[in-house]
């Protein structure tokens, strides 16, 4: 039984009691669900275990902790994922699906941290800033035709439908040039992953 609980290397052993309180040996502490799911963010390998029958319920704790955070409105998991999962169990796929999940969540990570890496160095023309100046030249553009005289005085003036045409255009423009980078900010993401 007690033999049974054991970590391997630097895996931290927790404990689960009948009274549904977990304990952590490594720092000779009770946790909570919340303290595991730190413990999972902060990259600390564990394992739990029955305290009575030695048998390891890491699986069930952390389901346990992603039916708290869903309950708890950090909803993650589309409502159509949820459904497509229920269905593979008992479908002859069923066997196949841990080691696909696990593999697209280790692609995922992998492409998560090149696209961090790309940010944190400077990507040139930062596809972010160029989004955001254009969204904001399109307000501004539209303020101007359905507001005229917003820029300028407060008065309309008579040549407001000219000036909404003027500023339709470089709206046009601008949003050529977010294709544009787009365009270019995909190709580099294609570089990244390969």
Do not use: C, W
């Not at 039984?1 to 309180?21: C, L, P, S, T």
């Not at 309950?71 to 159509?80: K, T």
């Not at 593979?88 to 696909?100: A, D, I, T, V």
């Not at 101007?144 to 003036?157: D, I, L």
């Amino acid at each position: 039984m007690a033999g049974e609980m054991k970590g391997g290397g630097d895996k931290v052993v927790i404990k689960k009691y009948a009274n549904r309180r977990l304990y952590n040996t490594a720092s000779s502490s009770y946790i909570t669900l919340d303290d595991l799911a730190k413990m999972v963010r902060e990259n600390v390998d564990f394992a739990v275990y029955d305290a009575k029958s030695g048998e390891e319920i890491t699986h069930s704790i952390l389901t346990q902790i992603i039916m708290d955070e869903e309950a708890n409105g950090e909803q993650m998991l589309p409502v159509s994922f949820l459904r497509e999962l229920i269905a593979m169990y008992g479908n002859s796929m069923q066997s196949l699906m841990p080691s696909y999940l696990e593999a697209s969540m280790d692609n995922f990570r992998q492409n998560q941290s090149k696209i961090r890496e790309a940010f944190e160095k400077g990507i040139a023309n930062n596809p972010l800033t160029a989004i955001h100046e254009t969204n904001m030249a399109m307000m501004r553009a539209a303020a101007e035709t359905f507001m005229p005289g917003v820029a300028g005085s407060a008065k309309p003036s008579r040549t407001a439908a000219p000036a909404a045409k003027q500023a339709a255009n470089p709206a046009d423009t601008e949003l050529a040039a977010l294709r544009e980078q787009m365009a270019a900010m995909q190709k580099k993401l294609d570089a990244l992953s390969k």
